[in-house]
């Protein structure tokens, strides 16, 4: 079973920022289409970055210009870059994997922006 563990969350000031990573050690990473999805309390699990395989990246409409998706294949590893952080961006953010083969879930990073 393919694994994804992220990383980088944590509590943030608005207007601050965080990296969040997603690894795996599977030699299938970079055959993968990325994604992170995102959950806030009480509401429903949302798309807020895709990156596939050969680099085309899709990133909701409300998030773009301060939430940026990358990848390291060398690494196993997918990043977001997320800027100027609203209370709002409080969520459980997930990281998933997915090819012909397998479609995989992290266990999620908590992130938390509040002053």
């Known amino acids: 079973q393919v694994q994804f563990v992220e990383s980088g969350g944590g509590l943030v000031r608005p207007g601050g920022s965080l990296r969040l990573s997603c690894t795996s050690n599977?030699?299938?990473?970079?055959?993968?289409?990325l994604a992170w999805f995102r959950q806030a309390p009480g509401k429903q699990r949302e798309m807020v970055a895709i990156?596939?395989?050969?680099?085309?990246?899709i990133v909701a409409d409300s998030l773009k210009g301060r939430f940026t998706i990358s990848r390291d294949n060398a690494k196993n590893t997918m990043y977001l870059q997320m800027n100027i952080l609203k209370p709002e961006d409080t969520a459980v953010y997930y990281c998933?994997?997915?090819?012909?083969?397998?479609?995989?879930w992290g266990q999620g990073t908590q992130v938390t922006v509040s002053s």
């Open positions: 998933r994997g997915s090819s012909p083969d397998f479609d995989s």
């Open positions: 599977e030699s299938i990473f970079s055959q993968s289409t």
């Open positions: 990156i596939t395989s050969g680099g085309r990246i």
